[in-house]
């Protein structure tokens, strides 16, 4: 109370009201299906109201985005954990090839197209791409919302790219 | 000579950086010449300009159900599991009652269900009946 630092936590319906269709998109781009999104999305309203989040005076859109994240890649880690024969990929060793410029690519990839190759990445690719180009975040942001090197979330949107043109061009 | 450097220093993920404006103002200026005089690089950082284009351009998702922080999550197996044990309940006190589940009796327990389905945990009128004959897991 004291610690003019600490803001007080935004109320989950007022966070729900304004920043729900900016949560909902960051959750369906990261999960790919509405299930799995309105899970997610909730998830996160869940710690705001629990108030299990330190709130930060700043971007409202990126401390969503930092704990949506966390959230999801919380429930990744754990389905990986289950017995189900799907190892866990090491995204720094995934070397695609350079992407070759296609102009027609532009006009020809359709929104449903997009989302299925951001769907068929890596999820640490995914994640990285997510946060930049549709949360909006800068790299600084996504460095310090997953706790890695600014060199290292710079690769991975970097591959993340290559990896998404070649799926559509593929 | 210039060729040679650069061959030996294609700008890579810089690329994405510069695209996303994320390079100090030195570094951008000298990626940007070095993407002028290197058909490789310039290539690449259309390719990547039309990707980011691209995710960029997706629009905004609309939750199909209001948005809520409830407590706790029911998730797809589990609210199965509480569907099958309702339907369960729902058939004993049936069979206790005397009357044959029929198909004139189907949509009462339809309708448990659907109240079930929809309702928060503490709502489930089968829980004021017979609480201990439904095992509800939570847990995904």
Redesign the interface.
């Known amino acids: 109370m004291t610690d003019a630092e600490e803001q007080p936590v935004p109320d ?2 007022q966070v ?1 009201r304004e920043y ?6 960051v959750a ?2 990261l999960s790919g299906n ?2 799995d ?3 997610l ?3 996160v ?2 710690r ?2 629990r108030g299990l989040e330190t709130y930060k005076p700043g971007s409202m859109e990126g401390w969503l985005s930092r704990i949506t994240t966390n959230v999801f890649l919380d429930e990744v880690r754990r389905r990986r954990r289950r017995p189900q024969g799907v190892l866990p990929s090491d995204p720094d060793r995934v070397v695609p090839p ?6 027609v ?2 006009e020809q ?1 359709l ?1 449903e197209d ?2 299925g190759a ?1 769907a068929s990445l890596p999820d640490e690719f995914r994640v990285a ?1 997510v946060l ?3 949360a909006g975040r ?2 600084q942001e996504i460095s310090d919302a997953l706790g890695v090197p600014l060199g290292t979330v ?2 991975r ?3 993340g ?2 990896l ?2 070649e799926a ?1 061009t593929r | 000579m210039t060729d040679d450097l650069d061959a030996t220093a294609h700008l890579g993920d810089a690329l994405s950086a510069l695209a996303d404006g994320q390079l100090p103002a030195d570094d951008a200026d000298a990626a940007r010449a070095h993407v002028a005089a290197c058909a490789t690089c310039a290539a690449e950082l259309l390719a990547v300009e039309q990707v980011r284009a691209l995710v960029r351009g997706l629009g905004p998702v609309e939750p199909r159900r209001p948005l809520v922080a409830a407590v706790p999550q029911v998730g797809r197996t589990s609210r199965l599991a509480g569907v099958a044990a309702v339907a369960a309940a729902a058939a004993a006190l049936l069979a206790l009652s005397g009357v044959e589940p029929d198909v004139g009796r189907a949509p009462q327990v339809a309708s448990l269900v659907q109240v079930h389905a929809t309702s928060p945990v503490n709502a489930d009128p089968m829980s004021q009946i017979a609480p201990a004959a439904i095992p509800v897991s939570l847990e995904r």
């Not at chain 1, 350079?98 to 102009?103: E, I, K, L």
Request: hydrophobic content about 50%; proline content about 4%.
């Open positions: 989950w319906e729900a729900g269709r900016f949560l909902y998109t369906f781009r509405h299930e999104a309105q899970d999305a909730q998830d309203l869940l705001v109201r350079a992407p070759a410029a296609d102009v690519l532009a990839a929104p997009v989302q951001l791409v930049c180009d549709v800068s790299y710079r690769s949107i970097h591959r790219r290559a998404l043109r559509l």
